[in-house]
Nanobody, 120 residues
């Protein structure tokens, strides 16, 4: 079965860190541009980070630049999102996504999501 499964979400205080993981099954990640998207209640979905097939090219949204880092390990079929200096406005459901192309405007696959809550 082709799927993406996220893990690592949770509750953290402002200024804290979390590391999200995404494991792909049913296909190889090595040929895919991958990303992390988030959606908070009442807000539009936001693509916060994307990474090229070889892990060299990355792009982070302005809202998370300098605080979040996307990475991948193709040998393990996994993608990660290291989130530091978390803010309450980072609270959202985070989804691992496979992108159709580098523009990031279309997803071909997404996981079930993992909740991240930042609060004191």
């Amino acid at each position: 079965q082709v799927q993406l499964v996220e893990s690592g979400g949770g509750f953290v205080q402002p200024g804290g860190s979390l590391r999200l993981s995404c494991t792909a099954s049913g296909f190889s990640l090595r040929d895919s541009i991958m990303g992390w998207a988030r959606q908070a209640p009442g807000k539009e979905r936001e693509l916060v980070a994307r990474i090229g097939e070889f892990g060299v090219a990355t792009k982070h949204a302005d809202s998370v630049k300098g605080r979040f880092t996307i990475s991948r390990r193709n040998a393990k079929n996994e993608v990660y999102l290291q989130m530091d200096s978390l803010k309450p406005e980072d609270t959202a459901v985070y989804y691992c996504v496979r992108l159709r192309d580098w523009s990031g405007t279309s997803f071909t696959l997404w996981g079930q999501g993992t909740q991240v809550t930042v609060s004191s």
